[in-house]
Nanobody, 121 residues
């Protein structure tokens, strides 16, 4: 099994910054794509950003230009740098990763526990 552990959430004022981290551990042979999702109260979970093993990045229009996703393959860790935060960014943020657990290609898809980000004055 593969576990994802998140950190870095908290309370920040509008216009502030926050950096989320998510480290994967367990039976990992290779991680393909790492993603960040968020879910606000009463709303469905929505994708925020994703990054491939080759470092191609993708962003939701609502965060483009403000958020930056990155990864450290040696540490099996994905990051989300969040700048110019708005009240609308308030949500529980989840990381997700998929890949393989062995050389034969056995796959996994794991989720983190979620971390609360609150943007408020």
């Amino acid at each position: 099994q593969v576990q994802l552990v998140e950190s870095g959430g908290g309370l920040v004022q509008p216009g502030g910054s926050l950096r989320l981290s998510c480290a994967a551990s367990g039976s990992i042979f290779s991680i393909n794509v790492m993603r960040w999702y968020r879910q606000a109260p009463g709303k469905q979970r929505e994708p925020v950003a994703s990054i491939t093993r080759g470092f191609s990045t993708y962003y939701a229009d609502s965060v483009k230009g403000r958020f930056t996703i990155s990864r450290d393959n040696a540490k099996n860790t994905v990051y989300l740098q969040m700048n110019s935060l708005k009240a609308e960014d308030t949500a529980v943020y989840y990381c997700n990763a998929d890949g393989t657990t062995d050389w034969r290609g056995s796959s996994f898809n794991s989720w983190g526990q979620g971390t609360q980000v609150t943007v408020s004055s």
